[in-house]
Each structure stands twice: as structure tokens, then as C-alpha cells.
């Protein structure tokens, strides 16, 4: 394969087809190792003299993300076309316009690397071990912050099953990644050079051991007694569930759904009930406590809530005998542009749609969690849970740790897609990064129940109404990722990048010594 010689065209093709092929290594699929292999290619095109200027670099790592991207959020066109009513044309354009613009940060990474391998005559072992996994790992990471982030496919998520999934209690998602460019920049580093292949052989096998031994590790210890849970999904179609003639049907099937299934725990998807709580009846909500009271129950109810004038915000109320005067209240903070902020400048394409979007207010990162019996339930709602550093910092900032995750989502504006299957992984994701148990109840899935240990132990049937039943078991203690954060995998680039300086430097001193 180090003799192969592809044209600069040929390449890109490759690249966009790599880039489509790497969302098999995400759920539902999970072939993980394709991740790896995948992006080693990406690395390995890099260093051929097709690409010798730093702007072909750029479109190399833009090409693989964007059909990377492209693929794996298509999704998006379900919501553009079949709820908000957008041509298939104009819906594929503004999709390859976000795309665009993601990719970016991956083109960045490799026009990066290049520029510093040009800079301090890196070779190719700096190169490829060194700096690039190290950029590849701040693309993702500023992908997933700049402009709020969108952080959905960051590689580590294919890792979930993989042995790298015990290093996420450790430095996290974005660790996890850049292990994986890690192991990528050894593959290509093995096909170029024939000498290093058993000394990569045997450190990726090492890596290997180190991730299943550290996933071992019991960072946190059950507290408390097991809560009993009901998870509600209710299967309400996207298109009819903001229609005027079908909310009474909704509130009525929620209110039944509730009183039908008493527990420690009852949780209802995020904007369950499709008005604005200004908006209900009198008696909906009171009714619903008064349930809550005499069942000793506790309800997460997902709505949005009216504070008057033109607030709102997407919350969670809670009503148990803890909160018999005063509702227990969580508002999403990490707002989805376009679903819920409409980001300066862009209403004209929001108009273009006919989806019932509007400005939420935003709260706090840091809330308190809901207080069930002697557990602490922590909810996020819905694209919150892909903000890893964030949940950390809850968990980190309350006086006592929330002991439970709980994340309300409402994903019908996908369809039947692998939307529903990826938000899963990611939450699985949360719960290695954390050492805390998860629950999810959403409107058409997947709800599910997964244990500290990121297995998922009680699911429904996705596009089915169901009350999920089961049991879940807090934990206490804190992973060294809620303690530091990305922090960690920063260090690590940063220490990469000054490695790879050194390296240069001993190297340049050397030849001029022998000069």
C-alpha cells in the first residue's frame, strides 16, 4: 500500500467515501474499529505528495468530515421536510451548508498539522503520533463549543463497546478521541514504514489492555436504596401533537398514563404536554400532585413553561410530597439553535419552515437536583446530555451529588431514523463519564434505563407506547473525568504539541552538529 500512488482526485472520492462509510461505526451499527481504520486513511493520504499544499490538506480533512457529517445527521432532512414542510432541494441545501461549516474544523486539523510538519521538518513519527492526533482532538473539541457546539458524532462515541470505552471515566469523549486518532496515526504510520509495524502492533495492544482494565475499575459505590421507575412514551406522532384539535387528546393520554403507573419515579418526556403551563387546564397540574401525594410518587413532568409576557422556557416540574407547596423546577439551559433560540440573522429561514419554533430563555448550567426519596435525580433535557463537561460540573458543583441522571427528549422530529439509536450511545457515554446511572423517557425513544456501568438493562420498543417499568440503583463517588473536565485530554494536546517541538528542535541540532 506505501507504493500505491492515488491522484488528488481519486484521494478526495476516497476521502468522502471513508468520511460516508465511518457512520457504520456509530449505533445502531457498531462497528467501532472502522473509526480507526477510516480516519488512519485520512491520515495516510495526508502524507503523500498529492497533498503537498497546506489548501489540499485543508480539503482532505473537510471532505472525509463532510461526508462523515452529512451521512450521520441526515436525519435532519426528516424534520425539514416532513414536519416543516421544506422542499427536498432546499432541505438537502441547507443540510450541506451546516455540513460545510462543521467539516470545517476537521479540514483545520489537517491544513494544522501540515503547516507545523512544514514549520519544524517534523518527521514522520512526529507527524502522525504527535501532532495530528492532537489536532484532530481540538477539531472535535471546538466543534463541540464554538457557536453553542455540535458536538453529535464526535468519534469517541463509536467507543461505547470498544476497549477504549474504559478511558472515558477518565478524560472523556473527546479523550476517547483522541486515542482513537491515536491508533489511527499508528496504522498509517505502520504502512508507511515497515520498521515500526510490531512496536505499533504491540502499543496498540497495550492500549487495548489499558482500556480494559481501567473500565474495571469501580469509580463509584451504589448509595441508597433502588427507586422504582416508570418511564412513559408516548408514541405521539410529531405532526399531530402541536395540532390545536389533538391536545386534548395528548393531555388526556398523559394524565392517564401517569395515574396508571404509581412509583418512586414516574418521568414524562420532554414537552410532553404540548401547551405552555399558562395554557392548561386549571386542574391538570394540581390533579397530578394530588396523585403524587397520596401514592407517594414523584413526577417529572417535561412542558414548557410561561413566567409571563414573552418568557418561556423548556422544563421539567416535579411534584412528590417534597414538593407539595412548591413544584420542583428544571429549565433546559444548552439551547438548540434553530428548535429553540433562532440564532441573528436567520429568521428568514426559519419562516421557511411551518414547525412551531420560538426563543426559550435559557437558565444556569448549575440547578439543583429533584430530591426522590434518598436518591438525587439530576434531569437534562433532550441535546443537553451531549455536553459531557457540563453534566460534570453539575455533579461536581452540587453540595451533595445528584446520584442519578435524568434526560427527557423528545426525537419524533427524526422519524424512525438512527437518530434514535445514536442519542442512546451518547447517553451511554454520559453514564462512563460520569459513573451514574441514566434514565430516559422520550416520546417515541429510545426510553431506556442504563446502569452505572453503561449497560443498558430495561428498553422499550422505540415507536410504541409504552410505560417503561423497572428499577435503578444511585451511585456516589466522583470519576476523575467530573473532576477535571476536558481539562485532562487539553493537557495531553498541549503536551503532545511541545513533544513534537522537541523532537524538531533535538533533531535540528543533531544535523547541524553533524554539519
Same mark, same amino acid.
Given at each position: 500500500?506505501?507504493?500505491?500512488?492515488?491522484?488528488?482526485?481519486?484521494?478526495?472520492?476516497?476521502?468522502?467515501?471513508?468520511?460516508?462509510?465511518?457512520?457504520?461505526?456509530?449505533?445502531?451499527?457498531?462497528?467501532?474499529?472502522?473509526?480507526?481504520?477510516?480516519?488512519?486513511?485520512?491520515?495516510?493520504?495526508?502524507? /503523500?505528495?498529492?497533498? *503537498?499544499?497546506?489548501?489540499?490538506?485543508?480539503?482532505?480533512?473537510?471532505?472525509?468530515?463532510?461526508?462523515?457529517?452529512?451521512?450521520?445527521? /441526515?436525519?435532519?432532512?426528516?424534520?425539514?421536510?416532513? +414536519?416543516?414542510?421544506?422542499?427536498?432541494?432546499?432541505?438537502?441545501?441547507?443540510? #450541506?451548508?451546516?455540513?460545510?461549516?462543521?467539516?470545517? +474544523?476537521?479540514?483545520?486539523?489537517?491544513?494544522?498539522?501540515?503547516?507545523?510538519?512544514?514549520?519544524?521538518?517534523?518527521?514522520?513519527?512526529?507527524?502522525?503520533?504527535?501532532?495530528? $492526533?492532537?489536532?484532530?482532538?481540538?477539531?472535535?473539541?471546538?466543534? &463541540?463549543?464554538?457557536?453553542?457546539?455540535?458536538?453529535?458524532?464526535?468519534?469517541?462515541?463509536?467507543?461505547?463497546?470498544?476497549?477504549?470505552?474504559?478511558?472515558?471515566?477518565?478524560? &472523556?469523549?473527546?479523550?476517547?478521541?483522541?486515542?482513537?486518532?491515536?491508533? @489511527?496515526?499508528?496504522?498509517?504510520?505502520?504502512?508507511?514504514?515497515?520498521?515500526?509495524?510490531?512496536?505499533?502492533?504491540?502499543?496498540?495492544?497495550?492500549?487495548?489492555?489499558?482500556?480494559?482494565?481501567?473500565?474495571?475499575?469501580?469509580?463509584?459505590?451504589?448509595?441508597?436504596? $433502588?427507586?422504582?421507575? *416508570?418511564?412513559?412514551?408516548?408514541?405521539?406522532?410529531?405532526?399531530?401533537?402541536?395540532?390545536?384539535?389533538?391536545? %386534548?387528546?395528548?393531555?388526556?393520554?398523559?394524565?392517564?398514563?401517569?395515574? %396508571?403507573?404509581?412509583?418512586?419515579?414516574?418521568?414524562?418526556?420532554?414537552? #410532553?404536554?404540548?401547551?405552555? /403551563?399558562?395554557?392548561?387546564?386549571?386542574?391538570?397540574?394540581?390533579?397530578?400532585?394530588?396523585?403524587?401525594?397520596?401514592?407517594?410518587?414523584? =413526577? @417529572?413532568? !417535561?412542558?414548557?413553561?410561561?413566567?409571563?409576557?414573552?418568557?418561556?422556557?423548556?422544563?421539567?416540574?416535579?411534584?412528590?410530597?417534597?414538593?407539595?407547596?412548591?413544584?420542583?423546577?428544571?429549565?433546559?439551559?444548552?439551547?438548540?439553535?434553530?428548535?429553540?433560540?433562532?440564532?441573528? !440573522?436567520?429568521?428568514?429561514?426559519?419562516?421557511?419552515?411551518?414547525?412551531?419554533?420560538?426563543?426559550?430563555?435559557?437558565?444556569?448550567?448549575?440547578?439543583? $437536583?429533584?430530591?426522590?426519596?434518598?436518591?438525587?435525580?439530576? $434531569?437534562?433535557?433532550?441535546?443537553?446530555?451531549?455536553?459531557?463537561?457540563?453534566?460534570?460540573?453539575? =455533579?461536581?458543583?452540587?453540595?451533595? %451529588?445528584?446520584?442519578?441522571?435524568?434526560?427527557?427528549?423528545?426525537?419524533?422530529?427524526? &422519524?424512525?431514523?438512527?437518530?434514535?439509536?445514536?442519542?442512546?450511545?451518547? /447517553?451511554?457515554?454520559?453514564?462512563?463519564?460520569? &459513573?451514574?446511572?441514566?434514565?430516559?423517557?422520550?416520546?417515541?425513544?429510545?426510553?431506556?434505563?442504563?446502569?452505572?456501568?453503561?449497560?443498558?438493562?430495561?428498553?422499550?420498543?422505540?415507536?410504541?407506547?409504552?410505560?417503561?417499568?423497572?428499577?435503578?440503583?444511585?451511585? %456516589?463517588?466522583?470519576?476523575?473525568?467530573?473532576?477535571?473536565?476536558?481539562?485532562?485530554?487539553?493537557?495531553?494536546?498541549?503536551?503532545?504539541?511541545?513533544?513534537?517541538?522537541?523532537? @524538531?528542535?533535538? *533533531?535540528?541540532?543533531?544535523?547541524?552538529?553533524?554539519?
Amino acid at each position: 500500500m506505501r507504493s500505491l500512488h492515488l491522484s488528488f482526485r481519486s484521494s478526495i472520492l476516497l476521502a468522502l467515501l471513508a468520511g460516508g462509510l465511518n457512520v457504520f461505526s456509530f449505533a445502531p451499527f457498531h462497528f467501532w474499529p472502522l473509526q480507526a481504520i477510516s480516519l488512519a486513511l485520512i491520515f495516510w493520504l495526508s502524507q /503523500s505528495a498529492s497533498f *503537498s499544499s497546506l489548501r489540499r490538506q485543508f480539503l482532505l480533512g473537510w471532505t472525509y468530515a463532510f461526508g462523515w457529517l452529512f451521512c450521520g445527521v /441526515s436525519w435532519l432532512l426528516i424534520a425539514m421536510t416532513r +414536519y416543516g414542510g421544506m422542499p427536498w432541494l432546499m432541505a438537502i441545501a441547507a443540510l #450541506a451548508l451546516l455540513v460545510t461549516y462543521l467539516a470545517c +474544523y476537521a479540514g483545520l486539523a489537517l491544513l494544522l498539522s501540515a503547516k507545523l510538519k512544514q514549520r519544524w521538518q517534523l518527521t514522520d513519527v512526529s507527524s502522525l503520533l504527535l501532532v495530528m $492526533p492532537a489536532f484532530w482532538m481540538l477539531s472535535e473539541y471546538l466543534r &463541540g463549543w464554538v457557536f453553542t457546539g455540535f458536538p453529535w458524532l464526535a468519534s469517541g462515541y463509536a467507543h461505547t463497546d470498544s476497549p477504549l470505552a474504559g478511558f472515558a471515566a477518565l478524560i &472523556g469523549v473527546y479523550g476517547i478521541g483522541w486515542i482513537n486518532a491515536l491508533l @489511527a496515526g499508528a496504522l498509517a504510520l505502520g504502512v508507511r514504514k515497515k520498521i515500526w509495524r510490531l512496536r505499533l502492533l504491540l502499543a496498540v495492544v497495550v492500549i487495548a489492555c489499558v482500556g480494559l482494565a481501567v473500565r474495571q475499575v469501580q469509580w463509584t459505590q451504589p448509595y441508597g436504596q $433502588p427507586l422504582s421507575v *416508570s418511564l412513559l412514551q408516548g408514541n405521539v406522532a410529531q405532526d399531530v401533537k402541536f395540532n390545536p384539535d389533538h391536545i %386534548s387528546d395528548s393531555l388526556s393520554l398523559y394524565h392517564d398514563m401517569i395515574l %396508571s403507573a404509581p412509583a418512586d419515579l414516574v418521568a414524562v418526556p420532554e414537552t #410532553a404536554l404540548p401547551v405552555l /403551563s399558562s395554557q392548561l387546564p386549571p386542574d391538570y397540574l394540581p390533579l397530578l400532585n394530588a396523585f403524587a401525594q397520596s401514592t407517594n410518587s414523584h =413526577l @417529572a413532568i !417535561g412542558l414548557g413553561v410561561h413566567d409571563g409576557g414573552d418568557q418561556y422556557t423548556n422544563s421539567i416540574l416535579g411534584f412528590s410530597r417534597e414538593y407539595a407547596l412548591r413544584a420542583y423546577r428544571y429549565d433546559k439551559h444548552h439551547l438548540v439553535p434553530f428548535g429553540e433560540f433562532i440564532p441573528f !440573522g436567520f429568521r428568514w429561514f426559519v419562516n421557511l419552515m411551518h414547525i412551531p419554533l420560538g426563543d426559550f430563555s435559557g437558565a444556569g448550567v448549575l440547578q439543583a $437536583p429533584m430530591q426522590v426519596k434518598d436518591q438525587l435525580v439530576m $434531569p437534562n433535557i433532550c441535546y443537553e446530555d451531549l455536553f459531557g463537561e457540563e453534566i460534570a460540573s453539575q =455533579l461536581l458543583a452540587s453540595e451533595h %451529588s445528584p446520584t442519578i441522571l435524568l434526560n427527557a427528549s423528545n426525537i419524533a422530529w427524526y &422519524g424512525d431514523s438512527i437518530a434514535i439509536p445514536q442519542h442512546l450511545q451518547i /447517553s451511554q457515554m454520559r453514564v462512563l463519564e460520569t &459513573g451514574r446511572p441514566m434514565l430516559r423517557a422520550t416520546n417515541t425513544g429510545a426510553t431506556a434505563v442504563i446502569a452505572a456501568n453503561a449497560r443498558v438493562v430495561a428498553q422499550a420498543q422505540p415507536l410504541t407506547r409504552q410505560v417503561l417499568q423497572a428499577s435503578v440503583q444511585g451511585t %456516589s463517588g466522583l470519576t476523575p473525568y467530573v473532576r477535571w473536565g476536558n481539562l485532562g485530554v487539553l493537557v495531553i494536546a498541549v503536551l503532545a504539541l511541545l513533544l513534537a517541538y522537541m523532537a @524538531a528542535r533535538r *533533531s535540528g541540532s543533531a544535523g547541524a552538529l553533524a554539519q
